[in-house]
């Protein structure tokens, strides 16, 4: 068993133990995340990729959740977080001007400090490229 992330000081996180605790709701809920994500992820990062300061971050993610090497623990976290930012319903609307993206923001800190050592440099450039190139640069 892994150690865990220590996420108080008197709480650890270890995702793979939640993750075996149940076998059949977690590929069923890791399926439908990953159909929401293919549906509505690239419509909506082309739109709001000169708007949000964490679309480099979203993007990793997008590529990381679609490597074979990445535990699949952290692909369902990834998954679970892109569906959130593909969701038009959350926490604080998008639509809000000044407000409507940080709670989406908070979604991505809060997964990259848990699985951020998945990301590797080879996502991190290809998102780099798509941020240039959705930004026409």
């Not at 995702?15 to 159909?35: G, Y």
């Not at 319903?89 to 940080?102: E, H, M, R, S």
């Not at 590797?120 to 490229?129: G, L, M, V």
Request: aromatic share 8%.
């Amino acid at each position: 068993m892994s150690p865990g992330k220590k996420v108080s000081p008197d709480v650890t996180f270890d995702a793979a133990e939640v993750i075996a605790k149940d076998h059949a709701l977690v590929p069923s809920v890791m399926k439908l995340n990953e159909q929401r994500v293919e549906r509505g992820f690239w419509p909506k990062i082309a739109r709001v990729v000169a708007r949000i300061p964490f679309a480099k971050d979203a993007l990793s993610v997008w590529y990381c959740a679609r490597d074979d090497d990445t535990p699949i623990a952290a692909k369902g976290m990834m998954l679970a977080a892109l569906a959130y930012f593909v969701l038009p319903v959350d926490a604080i609307p998008d639509f809000i001007a000044g407000l409507g993206y940080t709670d989406d923001a908070a979604v991505f800190a809060a997964l990259m400090a848990v699985i951020g050592r998945n990301l590797k440099s080879s996502h991190k450039d290809a998102a780099r490229r798509d941020i240039a190139r959705l930004r026409g640069e």
